[in-house]
């Protein structure tokens, strides 16, 4: 599939510019202000691109189509990503033999179940809001997932380890997601190696904290 039928549409580069300002803000404000403030900030900020969203949306299925929102070639770009669950999942689990925490409590269980809504919402901001911006005026496919995955991965900065998950993760995904575009596939890819990055990793356990909010007091 070719890079121009992947990134149909065309490019809208006040969205990378506007993306490149909130990240930039979000950084100066965690580090000079507060975290929650911070996250204030980018919590309005990604509201307000969620109506701009829809906005663009009502074009209809062209340009749902042209973001990834498609089923079609659901299952050619799942195999396309197949690599990178592989890979990433085995450099994972080998990480969490090594500092002996490959015990999943079954937080991990309702992580994994949730999380991929949040990866198709990443998954949008990085190949759409940025990928597809980069990719007009960056013609290399390679250059085109590493400048997008650095802008994506700086977000995140001081959190290095994160920076750096993000920044490997983000040009793989990248680089595959060009060869089948579909927001779904990614999305789902992205939920699988985040759950368990959070957990083998940072060791860290959302979901417990979910299942007391459902128990209730």
């Avoid at 506007?18 to 204030?40: K, N, P, Q």
């Avoid at 085109?144 to 993760?169: C, D, E, I, N």
Wanted: with cysteine; glycine share 12%; charged share 10%.
């Amino acid at each position: 599939m070719s890079d121009r039928h992947s990134y149909a549409g065309g490019p809208c580069h006040p969205e990378l510019a506007a993306i490149a300002l909130i990240g930039l803000t979000h950084i100066v404000l965690e580090t000079t202000v507060s975290e929650a403030v911070a996250l204030w900030f980018s919590g309005v900020a990604a509201l307000v691109f969620v109506g701009y969203l829809l906005w663009r949306a009502r074009g209809g299925a062209p340009v749902l189509r042209a973001w990834g929102v498609r089923r079609d070639n659901f299952w050619v770009a799942l195999g396309a990503q197949l690599p990178i669950v592989v890979g990433g999942g085995v450099a994972i689990l080998g990480y969490g033999l090594a500092v002996g925490s490959l015990g999943l409590p079954r937080g991990f269980w309702l992580t994994l179940a949730l999380y991929p809504v949040w990866g198709i919402a990443q998954q949008f901001g990085l190949q759409n809001l940025i990928g597809r911006n980069v990719a007009s005026l960056v013609s290399h496919p390679v250059a085109v997932a590493g400048v997008a995955a650095a802008l994506f991965a700086a977000s995140l900065m001081p959190r290095w380890p994160l920076v750096f998950l993000t920044l490997v993760s983000g040009f793989f995904f990248t680089l595959f997601y060009r060869r089948a575009p579909n927001l779904w596939a990614v999305g789902i890819v992205h939920g699988v190696l985040g759950s368990l990055a959070i957990y083998l990793v940072s060791q860290e356990d959302p979901g417990a904290s979910i299942w007391q909010f459902l128990a209730g007091p």
